[in-house]
């Protein structure tokens, strides 16, 4: 399927797709998105909450949340459109569609605004507002008209050239010196009207520099805020609230009352009026065709053809017969992941301040490798807030749920939730006080299976007191728990790290920090001097790598713990900063920064999530860094990352943020002593490039020796994680001439050797 097919026009000549980027981020974060092949990357977004529906050239298109879909309706044919291919943002907040110039018109809620169409633009434009103006600069509505776009937002209006690409004229809602937004805007007969806060407002387009004041009210309609307005027949059509009023060119009048108003909408000559559950359409003489109910609730209504189409909240494109959406998970909320093999699962609820239930009751999702499938909150006994979700790792289909809401709700706080334990998708033991070592109040942080197939759990606020216990059930079956006398409050347990016997749970709140214990003793890594000199008591994450170094974050930062298990058991210890060298001077990494997480891949490389700053991809020691992924650099939705998840067998790793999950595909993978499929890319190397050949395939800690056609040696190096990587200099340091150069690589104990070969072309 051609992804520019919406460009198709009669002729049959087809458009390449291009997009012009306007965003208000620097050049450098513009070059800086090029860091990696998108490739890579891909999304796991919910297509569900549609927003807008257009019918293009013969394709229906739908605006999501995070991304674009169009279908067709002859084919069935669907595809996404997100930041993966084509966008530049999350968020979508309006969407439109020039017939004229074939643009497709996409703003977002921080402000930016693509346009996707048939030129080869890529300008970096921001909309020109003043420096007193500091509201949100959210993109309402784009209304295209002629050469020019209407730009509705929370400033006011803006005026945009798409010939020349580039704003013309801004001008400021204001009454009284203060600021309201305008939510839509339509041009009939070169005059602006728009829909505001504060009632309808007209100005000749022309005209439109003029200062607000000259903007004029019609008489008769009401200075509620309205919501909508359209162009139908010559006519306008603009609803506050739940009435709709018309315009005729002379007149405004009542056009009818209609409860749980939701959208106006028009395509060709019917005008749809969409409500909670229904939409109504009208011919082009405002005489009512029919009125099509549905059972899901609806943003947006469209009749293309003979069949009028809803935008659900919850089920995507309806038409009455199926639901016409892209596979993804129920919605976007996403506070922990985890995958294994093709499977993912994820837990969308979370805690308030890593303490207050969010009451957050939409179960937990997942992608059992064909599809996505949503175990709802009725299922577990209408358990809130699922923030950890623990897979066997030898058995797939067992799965353990941990709920951080103890109750259904407030009002029946005599039910106790706790955890659950799932067997192949259907729900077969709930723990609490009442039938295990769980103490009563069951906030659940997360649990962990170690490899004799013990369960360990992080539960806090227990009791009256606010206690926090590491419970653990083993794998015979019997439960023990104690209490790591955490300071009264730390309620935010997270998922527990488990190491030779030991289970260390990370505690965000407070000044407890991390606890450590076999179920025996208990001992803390904190901010004392002498208890690990952590930079803040706060602890988010932690993760033990391949060599048994801890690695802690904190909410000012990164520290690392050698031998933690004898430095616990010293009774005096510090942890260390990571010190990397930057021109010349010693500097710790990620110093006053929220690590939320920290996974190790088959390399030994150390993924770290903050919650400001994106992800940190770095090398083994720490000292390098891998790569650094942002919203702007990269496909990322959001620099805030709850959580990580590592696919060990294919490298593939998550990212659970607070605007939905994505992922990127890693070159790293857990690996054994033979050798798999050994490839090299790129190969041929072409001039102009200036990054790493990378060797797949290779077994763990493989010696990978490069000569050249005499056999020269010109580089070695050792396989982690099954790669292997050279920058194409030689041992002197200096790029190597143009040639074939041999690999030559065997496993550890050289039982096994192998061969490849890599041109060069300078």
Same mark, same amino acid.
């Given at each position: ?8 026009? &009669? ?61 067709? $309706? ?5 595809? *996404? ?7 530049? +943002? ?27 169409? %048939? ?24 209304? $295209? ?102 315009? &005729? ?75 016409? *959406? ?6 976007? *909320? ?115 299976? +170690? ?93 033990? +790598? ?88 990269? $496909? ?22 607070? *605007? ?6 890693? +070159? ?13 890319? %790129?190969? $041929? ?78």
């Amino acid at each position: 399927m051609n992804k520019n097919r919406w460009f198709e026009k &009669d002729n049959s000549l087809m458009f390449q797709l291009k997009f012009v980027w306007f965003f208000t981020f620097s050049l450098v974060s513009f070059i800086g998105f090029s860091q990696t092949n998108n490739d890579r990357w891909e999304d796991h977004f919910s297509y569900n909450n549609i927003r807008h529906i257009w019918e293009i050239n013969g394709f229906i298109f739908c605006s999501a949340e995070n991304g674009l879909f169009n279908y067709d $309706p002859n084919s069935g044919e669907l595809e *996404k459109i997100s930041k993966v291919t084509e966008l530049n +943002d999350v968020g979508i907040s309006a969407f439109s569609y020039s017939p004229e110039l074939d643009f497709l018109l996409v703003g977002y809620e921080r402000g930016e605004m693509d346009i996707l169409g %048939p030129d080869e633009n890529h300008n970096l434009l921001e909309i020109p507002l003043h420096q007193s103006y500091t509201g949100s600069k959210i993109v309402n509505h784009i209304f $295209p008209y002629q050469n020019t776009a209407i730009i509705s937002g929370e400033f006011g209006l803006a005026s945009f050239s798409l010939e020349e690409f580039e704003f013309m004229e801004t001008c400021y809602f204001t009454q009284n010196s203060v600021y309201f937004g305008v939510k839509e805007s339509v041009v009939l007969n070169d005059v602006i009207y728009a829909a505001s806060d504060r009632g309808i407002f007209s100005h000749a387009l022309d005209e439109f520099i003029a200062n607000f004041t000259s903007w004029t009210q019609p008489a008769g309609l009401p200075t509620s805020a309205f919501q909508q307005i359209v162009v139908f027949q010559g006519n306008l059509v603009a609803a506050t609230g739940n009435t709709v009023y018309r315009f &005729d060119g002379n007149n405004w009048t009542n056009f009818g009352t209609f409860q749980g108003l939701r959208d106006l909408s028009v395509n060709g000559n019917v005008l749809s009026i969409t409500q909670t559950n229904s939409v109504t359409n009208y011919n082009e003489t405002f005489g009512v065709l029919e009125t099509v109910s549905f059972t899901q609730t609806l943003n947006t209504g469209l009749k293309i053809g003979n069949t009028t189409y809803g935008g659900s909240q919850l089920f995507g494109l309806i038409n009455n017969l199926e639901e016409i *959406k892209p596979d993804g998970p129920y919605n976007n *909320k996403s506070y922990s992941i985890t995958a294994l093999g093709n499977q993912i699962w994820i837990a969308p609820g979370g805690m308030n301040n890593y303490n207050s239930p969010q009451q957050n009751a939409d179960g937990f999702f997942h992608f059992n490798g064909t599809e996505w499938i949503h175990n709802t909150s009725e299922e577990m006994l209408n358990a809130k807030d699922i923030v950890d979700i623990e897979v066997n790792p030898m058995d797939s289909t067992e799965i353990y749920v941990s709920s951080w809401f103890e109750h259904p709700s407030w009002n029946e706080s005599n039910i106790s939730i706790g955890m659950f334990k799932f067997k192949s998708g259907q729900m077969v033991e709930h723990y609490n006080h009442e039938n295990s070592s769980l103490m009563f109040r069951e906030r659940i942080g997360g649990s962990t299976l +170690d490899e004799d197939g013990n369960l360990w759990i992080g539960q806090s606020y227990v009791g009256t007191s606010g206690d926090t216990y590491m419970v653990r059930k083993t794998a015979s079956g019997n439960w023990e728990s104690i209490d790591l006398n955490a300071a009264y409050g730390t309620a935010g347990s997270r998922k527990p790290v488990v190491y030779q016997g030991y289970g260390f749970l990370p505690l965000p709140r407070s000044q407890s920090g991390l606890k450590v214990t076999n179920m025996q003793e208990v001992y803390t890594i904190n901010g004392q001097t002498n208890s690990g000199n952590l930079p803040a008591n706060e602890v988010l994450g932690v993760a033990m +790598d391949q060599d048994g170094i801890l690695w802690i974050g904190t909410t000012l930062g990164l520290r690392v713990l050698y031998n933690p298990i004898e430095a616990v058991q010293s009774g005096s210890f510090q942890a260390e900063p990571v010190i990397i060298e930057q021109d010349g001077i010693p500097e710790a990494v990620l110093t006053d920064v929220a690590v939320t997480d920290i996974q190790i891949d088959g390399a030994n490389q150390k993924w770290v999530a903050t919650d400001t700053g994106g992800v940190y991809c770095f090398s083994e020691d720490g000292t390098e860094t891998v790569y650094h992924f942002t919203a702007e650099n990269s $496909p990322l939705p959001s620099n805030r990352i709850n959580k990580i998840k590592i696919e060990m067998t294919t490298g593939v790793v998550y990212f659970a943020t607070d *605007k939905g999950v994505m992922s990127f595909r890693s +070159d790293a993978v857990t690996v054994g002593d033979a050798f798999g499929d050994v490839y090299s890319y %790129p190969n $041929p190397v072409r001039p102009g490039f200036n990054g790493d050949v990378t060797i797949k395939g290779l077994p763990n800690e493989a010696d990978v020796r490069i000569v050249d056609v005499v056999g020269n040696l010109v580089f070695k190096t050792k396989a982690s994680g099954g790669v292997a990587k050279w920058d194409t200099r030689n041992m002197n340091g200096k790029l190597v001439a143009s040639g074939i150069y041999l690999v030559l690589m065997s496993n550890q104990d050289a039982t096994e050797t192998k061969q490849t070969k890599i041109a060069i072309v300078r």
